[in-house]
C-alpha cells in the first residue's frame, strides 16, 4: 500500500497558476499509475490527469488540455500538477491516486487516494 500526501491548494484568481504535489511513501512499482482527481461540492469526482507507467504518456480531461500538466521526474520523487490558466470552474478538492496497471489505467485500477488539497478559483 501506498500512502499519498497532496500539497500546494490554496486560493487563486482567474488566470492564476497553481502546482500540486503528490508525495508518496512505500514503493511505486513501475507499473504503477498515477493521477489525480478532482470533486467539486454536488458533482461527481472525475480524473484530471494520468500519468500512464512506463512509457510517461499522459492523459487529460478535455477540460484542462493545454492548461494542465502532470509530471514526475522518477519514481522517488513526487508527481506535480501544474495548473496555469486557472478557471472558477477548476475550483474542486483534488486527490491524487496510485494504483496497479493491468493494461491501462481505468478509473477502478486507482486503490490508494490521498485526503486532498483545496483549490479555490475566484473570478
Known amino acids: 500500500q501506498v500512502q499519498l500526501v497532496e500539497s500546494g491548494g490554496g486560493s487563486v484568481q482567474a488566470g492564476g497558476s497553481l502546482r500540486l504535489a503528490c508525495a508518496a511513501s512505500g514503493y511505486i512499482y513501475g507499473s504503477t499509475c498515477l493521477g489525480w482527481f478532482r470533486q467539486a461540492p454536488g458533482k461527481q469526482r472525475e480524473g484530471v490527469a494520468i500519468l500512464y507507467p512506463g512509457s510517461g504518456r499522459a492523459t487529460y480531461v478535455d477540460s484542462v488540455k493545454g492548461r494542465f500538466t502532470i509530471s514526475q521526474d522518477n519514481a522517488k520523487t513526487p508527481v506535480y500538477l501544474q495548473m496555469n490558466s486557472l478557471k472558477p470552474e477548476d475550483t474542486a478538492m483534488y486527490f491524487c491516486?496510485?494504483?496497479?496497471?493491468?493494461?491501462?489505467?481505468?478509473?477502478?485500477?486507482?486503490?490508494?487516494w490521498g485526503q486532498g488539497t483545496q483549490v479555490t478559483v475566484s473570478s
Open positions: 491516486a496510485a494504483g496497479l496497471s493491468y493494461g491501462g489505467c481505468p478509473t477502478s485500477t486507482f486503490s490508494d
